[in-house]
């Protein structure tokens, strides 16, 4: 028997109660002030935050974090230290514990425990059974002007609430696995700055390297692109491609072999989030968002992928609310022209490195995923309980 189930034999040999939400929290709502109020907006002292504050630091945030917008509040009562934010609408199914006094965007709930369930509550528990709740959040979805959370079913959604004892020993456990797998991040973080590193060692030349552009290195397929509307679409298993990646999955294709995509539009092509170059095989369907690229030889292919994605862009890039590559300035970037024998030494080596810290069957990505599996899989069995009878 483990220790926690020891202490539930000890303290709750009968089961866990359940307690409702709207029962054992206080429930506020997020807001973002008027940006024409200066008073709100000035450098102050109170954090405000947004959903990509989560994604940016993870679901323990404070003060300490960068890059989070603060005010000078000048009246209102704030959301208070140790209160849960779960996303409700919009982009729905994340949460954060945030451990010092704050205010938030509208995009959020606040739930801040109640005086009388002060004692038999570790926020750091409920954090952790937050997990539980996005999920039920994802299912429970109503749609206006845009999604938003059931409120109704959500304030009756009920939460365990087990002796402090079991929750403390709960959080100790999955504190450990969130250790390690922080761990595993960072590591993984500093094996793909290293590999930026020496992509740009080995992607720089002496003079004597030949700059072609690229419209000399390849074949411009784009007048076989077509769009598709959503509605005109057969849904099957052949990848529909636009700017950014696959879009959907249709019927037919109308191209087969090996390619290299390049993004037209979008805001991407500034904000580089996802690479604007990548290769793809087989048969597919492109759309007109994304040029079409043929070369002689993967090593060809692959080195002016790796290349584009790691130049700045800009100066071939028009439009600034729509940004747009157009096939003319596509056609003049500069590209290193070395041997091929140099080309497919590149390739290789980086290809190589590329795997070490993207493919999710070896190394670090394996670790971590495998890592992620096991945590969320002693996280549901550590979070469900045998409910108390009334």
């Excluded at 099957?236 to 995509?261: E, K, M, N, R």
Aim: hydrophobic letters at 40%; charged letters at 25%.
């Amino acid at each position: 028997m483990s220790r926690i189930d020891e202490l539930i034999a000890e303290h709750c040999p009968g089961g866990v109660r359940y307690v409702e939400i709207s029962r054992l929290f206080d429930l506020r709502n997020g807001y973002t002030p008027s940006k024409s109020n200066a008073s709100f907006w000035t450098e102050g002292t109170v954090p405000w935050f947004r959903m990509e504050d989560i994604r940016a630091n993870g679901g323990i945030l404070d003060r300490a974090l960068q890059q989070i917008p603060e005010i000078a509040v000048k009246g209102g009562k704030l959301f208070p230290a140790n209160s849960l934010l779960v996303a409700t609408s919009a982009t729905i199914g994340e949460h954060a514990l945030v451990t010092v006094p704050h205010l938030s965007n509208q995009r959020f709930t606040s739930l801040s425990v109640k005086a009388e369930y002060s004692d038999q509550v570790d926020m750091k528990f409920v954090y952790y059974y937050g997990f539980v709740l996005d999920e039920w959040c994802r299912n429970n979805i109503t749609t206006s002007s845009f999604a938003s959370v059931d409120m109704a079913g959500f304030k009756r959604f009920r939460i365990p609430v087990p002796p402090l004892e079991v929750q403390w020993e709960i959080v100790q456990v999955l504190d450990q696995f969130t250790q390690l797998e922080a761990e595993l991040d960072a590591e993984l973080e500093a094996r793909r700055r290293q590999y930026e590193h020496y992509r740009s060692e080995l992607l720089k030349f002496d003079t004597d390297t030949a700059l072609r552009p690229l419209g000399d290195l390849a074949e411009n397929l784009d007048r076989r692109r077509m769009p598709v509307t959503r509605d005109a679409r057969t849904p099957g298993d052949i990848p529909y491609y636009g700017a950014s990646g696959v879009v959907d999955y249709v019927s037919d294709f109308i191209f087969d072999g090996d390619f290299l995509l390049v993004s037209e539009d979008g805001a991407n092509l500034l904000a580089r989030s996802t690479p604007i170059a990548f290769s793809i095989s087989g048969k597919t369907w492109v759309n007109n968002h994304a040029h079409v690229l043929r070369f002689d030889t993967y090593a060809e292919r692959r080195f002016v992928e790796i290349y584009l994605n790691s130049i700045d862009l800009s100066p071939f890039i028009s439009g600034a609310a729509q940004p747009k590559l157009n096939k003319a300035n596509l056609n003049r970037i500069p590209i290193p022209d070395p041997s091929l024998d140099e080309k497919e030494r590149i390739v290789g080596l980086l290809d190589r490195f590329d795997a070490l810290i993207n493919d999710p069957s070896i190394g670090l990505p394996a670790e971590l995923a495998a890592r992620r599996k096991q945590y969320e899989y002693y996280r549901d069995r550590l979070l469900t309980f045998e409910e108390a009878t009334a």
